[in-house]
């Protein structure tokens, strides 16, 4: 059994390529999760991906990766060894994402397509950046290349098997 990987995009990522280019560039969220699922599969990794522009929704995704029941896509799941999330707006306003991700006790890398730090002051404060594994921005979408290569090595310098984590 493959070693499983979600990635969760957060609020008006469904919108990367068309919102703000100048800062986020032109490349979609599909074409993202297609890169991603073609890297994880070259990996061994399963990857399985999920958007939302509601907090409740990302906060059931989280929950999911435990395995207890269905993952987000349906199917009965076993648990996942580690959450690469892009939070979004959420980064800087939600406590109850934090919440379930420090709850499931699941690894995460936080990732951002921009530089948060570059930005707006309100900004520069995430929610998430103290309790993860890794912190990636300002790489664009490159960024999520990044996250599932680091997450492949750290699984595989751990050397166990099916449910490892970072």
């Known amino acids: 059994m493959p070693r499983r990987i979600l990635l969760i995009n957060g609020p008006n990522l469904n919108l990367l390529g068309t919102r703000e280019p100048q800062i986020y560039g032109s490349t979609t969220l599909q074409?993202?999760?297609?890169?991603?699922?073609?890297?994880?599969?070259?990996?061994?990794?399963?990857?399985?991906?999920?958007q939302s522009n509601h907090e409740g929704a990302i906060v059931d995704c989280i929950q999911k990766t435990i395995g207890r029941g269905p993952s987000a896509t349906g199917d009965e799941a076993e648990p996942v060894s580690a959450?690469?999330?892009?939070?979004?707006?959420?980064?800087h306003t939600s406590v109850v994402v934090r919440d379930?991700?420090?709850?499931?006790?699941v690894p995460f890398v936080e990732v951002h397509v921009s530089n948060i730090h570059a930005r707006e002051p309100w900004r520069h404060h995430s929610y998430f950046s103290d309790?993860?594994?890794?912190?990636?921005?300002?790489?664009?979408?490159f960024g999520y290349t990044a996250a599932i290569e680091f997450v492949a090595a750290h699984?595989?310098?751990?050397?166990?098997?099916?449910?490892?984590?970072?």
């Open 83 to 91: 959450i690469i999330i892009n939070p979004a707006g959420l980064t």
């Open 31 to 50: 074409d993202v999760e297609t890169q991603a699922q073609k890297q994880a599969d070259a990996l061994g990794i399963q990857l399985e991906t999920f």
């Open 131 to 141: 309790r993860a594994v890794a912190v990636i921005c300002g790489l664009g979408v």
């Open 100 to 105: 379930a991700l420090l709850g499931v006790g």
């Open 155 to 166: 699984l595989r310098l751990k050397g166990e098997g099916p449910g490892a984590k970072l």
